[in-house]
Nanobody, 127 residues
C-alpha cells in the first residue's frame, strides 16, 4: 500500500522559512516523480514542485522559483520542500503527491488524477 505522510505544519511570519517533509512507503516502482501541490481557500490545487527519482530533474511553479527547493533522501524515502522568503500568498494546505507511472516531472501537475496523495499539512504565513 502506497503511503505518503507529510509533516512540517506551522505558522510563520512573512519572510520566514519552513521545511516540509514527506515520508513515502509502499512504492512498487523505482522510477517515479514525487513532489508537492498546494491548495489555498477558494482556489484550485496548484502544482508547486516535483523531483524525478530517475534523474533528479526538478520542476518549480513560477510562483515559487528561487524561494523553494525540493530535495530527496533516498535512504530515508523522504522528500523535502525547503520554503524560504515565505509570503502570505503561500498560505495553503500542502499535499505530497507521487506519480508511479512516470518519472518525468514535465506533466506532474497535469497528471494529478493518477497520483497518490498524502493527507495534507497546513502552512500559514502571517503578514
Amino acid at each position: 500500500e502506497v503511503q505518503l505522510v507529510e509533516s512540517g505544519e506551522d505558522l510563520v511570519q512573512a519572510g520566514g522559512s519552513l521545511r516540509l517533509s514527506c515520508a513515502a512507503s509502499g512504492f512498487t516502482s523505482d522510477d517515479y516523480a514525487i513532489g508537492w501541490f498546494r491548495q489555498a481557500p477558494g482556489k484550485e490545487r496548484e502544482g508547486v514542485s516535483c523531483i524525478s527519482s530517475k534523474d533528479g530533474n526538478t520542476y518549480y511553479a513560477d510562483s515559487v522559483k528561487g524561494r523553494f527547493t525540493i530535495s530527496s533522501d533516498n535512504a530515508k524515502n523522504t522528500v523535502y520542500l525547503q520554503m524560504n522568503s515565505l509570503k502570505p500568498e503561500d498560505t495553503a494546505v500542502y499535499y505530497c503527491a507521487a506519480d508511479l507511472d512516470s518519472a518525468d516531472c514535465t506533466y506532474f501537475s497535469t497528471n494529478y488524477y493518477r497520483h497518490y496523495w498524502g493527507q495534507g499539512t497546513q502552512v500559514t504565513v502571517s503578514s
